[in-house]
């Protein structure tokens, strides 16, 4: 189970989407995408001294996370051909998330770091939905978590805002995931606008109250095909 919650953790950062004026209007799918569409984040990463082991230093580095639509893929022998996103950030393994991409909805399906020893995906056999049409203040995604609630999720539907980044301004939905892994408490904001996708996303880990990672990014450019 704890994998499987860590594939939803890893799958809400996949989407983004090409900028728009302010004030635009346009009647279009949830999120529009074509194999080679590609999509370019600037990452800040804070990890305070000692936390990833004894001694260790603080890390506060910036970075740039590159996703590319490859189209359908099944993510391993056996399993459905799905919407899929390579991920790319120089230095290290090469990620797959896979996800289905609908008219009105996105669902949670899995993903998979390309190394030779990885052999299976981390993979939901129920979807889980990310986001849909027509989402609004109050609304909540149905809660996922084991049993015993020592791992939990649950997303909230806060006001929509306008948020400015790099590739432009966009009306977002802006969703708040709540939950826990052990003594872990997690904290993330994902804004999505509708027909782009994510614009900036918040993710905090904390521990006993004190913040142990911290990662922010947001949307600079796009291509598309």
Known sequence: MMKLLSAVVLAVLLLAGCGRKKGAETDVSILPVSPGDSWVYQVHLE????VTSAGSAAVDTKFRRVR???GKVAAAEGLPE??????????????????????????????LI?????????????????????????DVIPEVGTKDGALGR????????????PAGTFRCIHLLTTGNDGDIVLLR????????????????????????????QELVEVERF
């Open 82 to 111: 799905t919407d899929c996103f390579e991920v790319v950030v120089k230095g290290f393994p090469k990620e797959r998330e896979f996800v289905e991409i609908h008219d009105d909805r996105i669902l949670l399906r899995g993903s």
């Open 189 to 216: 904001n994902v804004w999505f606008a509708p027909g782009h996708g994510i614009i900036r996303e918040e993710k905090s880990r904390l521990r006993h109250g004190a913040v142990v990672f911290r990662e922010t």
């Open 114 to 138: 390309m190394r030779p020893e990885t052999t299976k995906p981390m993979w939901l056999e129920a979807p889980l939905v990310f986001v849909s049409a027509g989402m609004k203040k109050g």
């Open 68 to 70: 590319t639509y490859l």
């Open 47 to 50: 990890i305070p001294a000692g």
């Open 154 to 165: 649950r997303t909230d539907v806060l006001e929509p805002e306008e948020v400015t980044v």
